[in-house]
């Protein structure tokens, strides 16, 4: 494909993403199937594209003066992409497959856009008018700042996993991808966010990803898990696996000593959880699907921690699935409150008197937060706020949203 019909592809998926209200690999993946002529270079161009013009809809419709799919392509591609403007009207203009040549109106916009520091807070920071009050409540004045953080690429995390290998041999083998060390934290490298006119290599490609020598992970991810604090030797409950990207980090943790179970309650989501610790090299681990009637049964009062990762509105993780902050919606919100009070009133059943609860999500929001740790120490006396909180951000911390806190039960 050349660079006007790949425009026209991202237009049209954005158009149809919009249309259709579905999350953008529906979108992509519609497009896609209909399109068996496109290679594999410019189903790449076409995602990253859509992604990017995702991340930035807002700020970019309002420097464009125009909030159509077809000004988010053109801006994301004049100010993220750095096309100089004739390339980009040449593109625009090729026949039969370019989206149309450039309106004078396009043309003087890409060349003086409207000034963003005039624009709201919802506009410079690329999210719904509706979630402003709810920034606002964390972040206050930083709200805009904060919220394009999230709007940028994300790097890619890896966990070095030392049940296979040292760090050192790690990055070793890591070299081809340019993975950087991350200061305070041995087992964590960085491949940072891509340019977005280059073509990077993939991290299943490195031989030593098939050994089980590291996992991808996002950085914020890995600091949540050390939040469990000293497990080793202990009994641990992972009460919300889905695919198991913090249970494998808890049994990196243990060093293959004590019990780690891992448990969800969508089965669906724990299919990859059994060749992902074999890979790794895991043998502490029990998977207790929902599948087998009372999968828990046993384990109440047990376990020395429970860690919960709960389900959440996921707004901490938009810089990866920018798509989702346009889908979700006040009654969405209300309903993630209501899970996540169900399933704490559920994981503290599990945990031992002076036992640890840790409360994980990946939000940013205060309501999903400090407001259900709150309710649910309300609900709750044999539980205390423990020693150990967290709250990430990708403007403070450089990692995805995470929010963590220890909670510990009365002996």
């Known amino acids: 494909m050349r660079d006007g019909g790949r425009i026209a592809a991202a237009i049209e998926v954005l158009t ?40 930035t809809r807002r700020s970019t419709g309002w420097r464009m003066g125009d909030d159509s799919a077809r000004a988010a392509v053109l801006g994301v591609l004049a100010w993220g992409w750095r096309w100089p403007t004739d390339r980009l009207a040449q593109a625009a203009a090729e026949d039969p497959h370019g ?41 206050g004045e930083a709200r805009a700042d904060e919220a394009a ?15 296979k290998t040292e ?26 966010a891509p340019d977005p006119a280059v073509r990077t290599g993939a991290v299943e490609t490195i031989p030593a990803f098939h050994k089980g020598w590291f996992e991808v992970q996002d950085l914020g991810s890995q600091r949540a898990a050390l939040m469990a604090g ?46 992902r610790a074999q890979r790794a090299g895991v043998r502490n681990l029990q998977v207790r699907s929902p599948v087998i009637p009372n999968a828990l049964n046993g384990l109440d009062g047990k376990m020395d921690i429970v860690f919960v990762d709960a389900p959440c509105t996921g707004s901490g993780t938009w810089r990866r699935h920018p798509d989702t902050k346009w889908r979700l919606t006040p009654d969405q919100l209300d309903r993630r409150l209501a899970e996540q009070d169900a399933v704490l009133d559920q994981a503290s059943a599990f945990v031992k008197p002076g036992g640890r609860l840790v409360y994980v999500t990946c939000s940013l929001f205060a309501e999903e937060n400090e407001d259900r740790v709150a309710a649910f120490l ?23 949203g995470f929010f963590a806190q220890v909670l510990t039960r009365a002996a």
């Open 378 to 400: 309300a609900r709750n006396g044999a539980f205390a706020q423990g020693k150990g909180s967290m709250r990430l951000s990708p403007l403070s911390a450089g990692t995805d």
């Open 16 to 55: 149809d993403l919009e249309t259709r209200r579905v999350p953008a690999k529906v979108a992509l993946k519609t497009w896609s199937d209909r399109s068996r002529f496109a290679g594999a270079k410019d189903r790449a161009f076409v995602s990253g594209l859509v992604l990017d013009a995702l991340r």
């Open 167 to 192: 760090p050192e041999r790690a990055f070793k083998a890591l070299q081809p991808l340019g993975a950087e060390p991350i200061t305070d934290l041995a087992t964590a490298a960085r491949i940072p």
């Open 99 to 139: 989206p149309g040549a450039l309106t004078e109106t396009e043309t003087a916009a890409l060349a003086a856009p409207r000034d963003l520091d005039e624009a709201p807070a919802a506009v410079r920071g690329d999210y719904p008018d509706w979630l402003d009050p709810h920034l606002a409540r964390v972040f």
């Open 230 to 275: 000293d497990i080793k030797g202990k009994q641990v409950l992972d009460f919300c696996a889905g695919g198991g990207g913090k249970s494998l980090a808890l049994a990196m943790a243990m060093g293959n000593t004590g019990q780690l179970y891992a448990y969800d309650n969508d089965a669906r989501r724990m299919a990859d959880i059994i060749p």
């Open 149 to 163: 953080a999230l709007a940028q690429r994300a790097p890619v995390d890896l966990r070095i996993n030392t049940l």
